[in-house]
DNA sequence: ACAAAAGTGTTTTCGATACACCCATGT
DNA sequence: ACATGGGTGTATCGAAAACACTTTTGT
């Protein structure tokens, strides 16, 4: 159907995702250089334009894998961002994923058709970011301090399992504070995300480590 | 700037928002209904097509006003709907918002140039509703459930200040839950979402209660 | 004085915090 | 045997839950 009302004509809407790592206790997020106008050579949060023919999530997937090459993680949308003024081209409307993966585990593409550069930025060491992604990308990050607490969002950074003090390092990563081991533990299994595996133990030249992995199914706990 | 490539070309954007109520114990959602195709005769949430010229928030607040005649509401975006199908003219994503008011302040508008009716239906007694909004109201009841307890978005139910036996006949209708009244008593001031007001009593024909008041400003609590 | 609804305090229970020692492995 | 990091238990504190009586008003 063809719109004739200027009023609501040449509207298009974007899937961005912000995709995080922890790698040695830095929480990063993967930024792309365009290559194209408009804010050709500036920074962006993965993403582009949504297909007609496929839903958000999937296009949002798509978009990551054509311009990273990444192409297992697991996103969930968090928000839209609408402003009027945000695409200088169209009027386009943002919808806003986040995910989290382990960036050793990935072949990151450096260049594809629609980006001339790829990597992992410190959250705290962000380069000026081209549309509004400077303000996706901050609610992002307190969507992603909120949603490692109450859902399995990291099960994809730790695919195989992941052991306590490993958890315990990326949490204080993402959450920016530290905790004493002890009540980490109690803490965090209290809040049933995560199961004992019973089978594997792990080495990293001490003591070996139980290793936990995420649960597929999160039932979410009493609001009030 | 027309879009050529048919993969984008036609998209739209709905702004769509659940409008709920607290009658006497009884949550109720306010729908009206379609006079125009698609889904004409339908009853559907309050909502139509973003205008170029204005944000998400305003779009949605433009709606509300032309097909209900409401004025002064709160609204909060909770989440974006963007399956394939979920229009049948074009392709549509729908951002989804959710609200509370008194129904008591507003004159509803019965009808008006997109609406044949409009009317306030308890959330357990909803009617089929057109385009996908059976689900986004789905998710509105949950956001609303959380947001009860974590916002200060009963704020605009009660404008002029809230009695704690009010409000707790409040919880107990959203949340569909009893409560003891001593407890809920400290829970919720323990929530520091409202504040005494000092001032007023306010008299139903025995002792009078407290009226207490939503702050303007919550701030969020520490996550871990 | 009675009915109706508001207001309040104490005990108990449970989860959160603070804190120190033992254990398994590699060298 | 020593160094390194993993694992665990207890005492204390504070929040949540259970629970009953007193107060204010209108009639």
Known sequence: ?????????????????ALFTVEQGITKVLLIKR?????????VLTGGALYNNEDLEAGALREIEEKTGITKVKINQFKAFGKVDRSPVMRM??????????????NLLRETKNTSNADWFPIDKIPPLGYDHEEILHDAILELRKQIVKSNILKSL???GVTLPELQKT??????KKFDRRNF??????????????????????????????KDKIEDKDIF
Chains 1, 2 share one sequence.
């Open 1 to 17: 159907m063809e719109v004739k009302n200027k009023l609501y004509k040449g509207q298009g809407i974007h899937v961005i995702t």
């Open 35 to 43: 290559k194209n106008e408009p804010f050709l050579g500036d920074w």
């Open 171 to 176: 949490y204080e990563a993402i959450l920016d």
């Open 158 to 160: 730790f695919p195989d």
């Open 185 to 214: 533990r109690k803490k965090i299994l209290n809040l049933d995300l995560i199961e004992d595996t019973n089978t594997s133990d792990r080495f990293e030249g001490n003591k070996p480590a139980k290793v936990y992995k995420f």
């Open 93 to 106: 409307v943002a919808i806003g994923f986040i995910g989290i993966l382990d960036s050793k585990r990935v």
